[in-house]
């Protein structure tokens, strides 16, 4: 089954301490990102991915890291979580860079930092 | 930058009444549009799209059309069921950061539809 995972699915932890959420993909798609969703927000993108070793910085990066070493895998980190990103994440990933190309979502992660 | 307007829910109609949730976006260029669907506890799906100006996209009842002249993709079903009970979003995805298919959200709609 075509599909994007995610883990944890839930998670508390305190501020400060290093956390990676992590997110595979079994479409082989080349382009995946992060995404966090806030009441009243909506989605905005955290970082995306175009493939392989290439990473760029979508609307809301700060306080996070991605990497992007094999093409299933997209992690994002949070070197020192602060309560400010207690949010709802989800990984998303399309086989193209095209504006019309549908992107697929993990189930995502709930996080609270405290 | 690309931005995109949603009603406010919560929206709750009787099973089987007509439902129509606007949506009016604001985008350099010809952006695609997107209506996805979150249900409890779950990721979000895509529901349908639509690539041009004019282009009607459709699935499971729900329908919205692509209007330039408007700037809007707004989604209706002509009869909802208990099952449809979600948050809407609303999304353009253009070029600009992001790579070409960023996703730019409204911020979503919940609907409720009651027996």
């Known amino acids: 089954e075509a599909q994007v995972t995610q883990n944890p699915r839930y998670l508390i932890t305190v501020t400060g301490k290093k956390l990676t959420v992590t997110c595979s993909q079994n479409?082989?798609?080349?382009?995946m990102s992060w995404y966090r969703q806030d009441p009243g927000l909506g989605l905005r993108q955290i970082y995306y991915?175009?493939?392989?070793?290439?990473?760029d910085k979508g609307d809301v990066p700060e306080g996070y890291k991605v990497s992007r070493k094999e093409k299933r895998n997209f992690p994002l980190i949070l070197e020192s979580p602060s309560p400010n990103q207690t949010s709802l994440y989800f990984c998303?990933?399309?086989?193209?860079?095209?504006?019309?190309?549908?992107?697929?979502f993990g189930p995502g992660t709930r996080l609270t930092v405290t | 930058g690309n931005s995109v307007t949603q009603m406010e829910g919560p929206v709750t109609l009787s099973e089987e009444a007509f439902l129509t949730i606007n949506c009016t976006y604001t985008?350099?260029?010809?952006?695609?549009l997107f209506w996805y669907v979150q249900y409890p506890g779950e990721g979000l799906q895509l529901l349908l799209k639509?690539?041009?100006?004019?282009d009607k996209g459709s699935n499971k009842g729900f329908e919205a059309t692509y209007r330039k002249e408007t700037t809007s993709f707004h989604l209706e079903k002509g009869s909802v069921q208990v099952s449809d009970s979600a948050v809407y979003f609303c999304?353009?995805?253009?070029f600009g950061t992001g790579g070409g298919n960023k996703l730019t959200f409204g911020t979503g709609t919940q609907l409720k539809v009651e027996l």
């Open positions: 985008a350099t260029g010809y952006p695609s």
């Open positions: 479409m082989n798609h080349e382009y």
């Open positions: 999304a353009l995805s253009g």
């Open positions: 998303a990933s399309s086989s193209g860079g095209g504006s019309s190309y549908e992107q697929y």
């Open positions: 639509a690539t041009k100006a004019d």
């Open positions: 991915s175009m493939n392989v070793e290439v990473t």
